[in-house]
C-alpha cells in the first residue's frame, strides 16, 4: 500500500466519522422522532460507507473488497427503506409531529370514519 493510498483512507475514515458525527448530534437535538430517524439514517449511511470505502482501499485481497462494496450497496438499499418503515409505523401509532412541522403529507391519507358505523370502517393499508 502506498502513502497516497493510506492518506486517501484516512481522510475517507475521518469523513466518516464526521458523517456519524452529525448522525448522532442529529439524533440528540433534533425535537421529533421523525427529524431523528432521518438524521440517523441519512447521515449515518453515508458515514458507514465512507468508512467502507477507505476499507476497500487499504484492503490489498479482493474478497475484502467486494465485501465492503457490497455492504455499501446494502447500506444505500436497506437504510432509506428502513426509516422510512419506521416512520410510518410511529405515524400510524400515533406519534405526534413537532408544532414547528410545516406540512403532514399523511394528513391527507387518513380515511374519514362515516357516522353511524360505529368506528368499524377498515383502515386501508397504506
Known amino acids: 500500500m ?3 493510498g493510506n492518506l486517501l483512507a484516512a481522510l ?10 452529525v448522525a ?13 430517524v432521518h438524521a440517523a439514517s441519512k447521515a449515518g ?28 450497496v446494502f447500506f444505500f438499499l436497506t ?7 419506521l416512520g410510518k409505523a410511529a405515524y400510524s401509532a400515533g406519534y405526534r409531529m413537532w408544532s414547528g412541522s410545516v406540512l403532514d403529507e399523511m394528513q ?7 357516522e ?3 368506528g368499524a370502517s377498515q383502515r386501508p393499508i397504506l
Do not use: C, N, W
Not at 45 to 72: F, K, N, P, W, Y
Not at 79 to 85: D, E, G, N
Not at 108 to 114: D, G, L, S, V, Y
Open 45 to 72: 449511511t453515508v458515514g458507514s460507507a465512507l468508512a467502507l470505502v477507505a476499507l476497500a482501499i487499504v484492503s490489498v485481497q479482493t474478497a475484502e473488497v467486494l465485501r465492503a462494496i457490497a455492504a455499501i
Open 12 to 21: 475517507f475514515v475521518i469523513l466518516g466519522a464526521l458523517f456519524a458525527l
Open 79 to 85: 437504510a432509506p427503506i428502513a426509516a422510512h418503515l
Open 2 to 4: 502506498t502513502a497516497m
Open 24 to 36: 448522532s448530534v442529529g439524533i440528540l437535538r433534533l425535537p421529533d422522532f421523525y427529524t431523528r
Open 108 to 114: 391527507a391519507r387518513k380515511p374519514a370514519t362515516e
Open 116 to 118: 353511524g358505523d360505529g
